[in-house]
Nanobody, 118 residues
Framework: QVQLVESGGGLVQAGGSLRLSCAAS????????MGWFRRAPGKEREFVAR???????YYADSVKGRFTISRDNAKNTVYLQMNSLKPEDTAVYYC????????????WGQGTQVTVSS
């Protein structure tokens, strides 16, 4: 079993930055893919970014060039650096782990709210 705890959400003005963190505990972290998803009000959950154990990364087109996913295996933590934030980035952001696809993952965090004001 894997437990994921997100932090770093908050309120920021458009054009600003935030860094989300996700601390993992339980099974071997370094062998998992890790990812971030988000759910905006009234919308379905959507894929944001993924990083494999090898360090290979993949991003949704909507965040490419603005968001950066990274991981620190020594700290069992994955990060999402979000720059040039837009009001449409407002959502609850969820950390995910395991076999992380575009719509699915094995393990999920509780989520952290990100609100971008215009």
């Amino acid at each position: 079993q894997v437990q994921l705890v997100e932090s770093g959400g908050g309120l920021v003005q458009a054009g600003g930055s935030l860094r989300l963190s996700c601390a993992a505990s339980g099974r071997t972290f370094s062998s998992y893919a890790m990812g971030w998803f988000r759910r905006a009000p009234g919308k379905e959950r959507e894929f944001v970014a993924r990083i494999r154990w090898s360090g290979n990364t993949y991003y949704a087109d909507s965040v490419k060039g603005r968001f950066t996913i990274s991981r620190d295996n020594a700290k069992n933590t994955v990060y999402l650096q979000m720059n040039s934030l837009k009001p449409e980035d407002t959502a609850v952001y969820y950390c995910a782990a395991g076999v992380v696809g575009i719509t699915t993952a094995d393990y999920w965090g509780q989520g952290t709210q990100v609100t971008v004001s215009s």
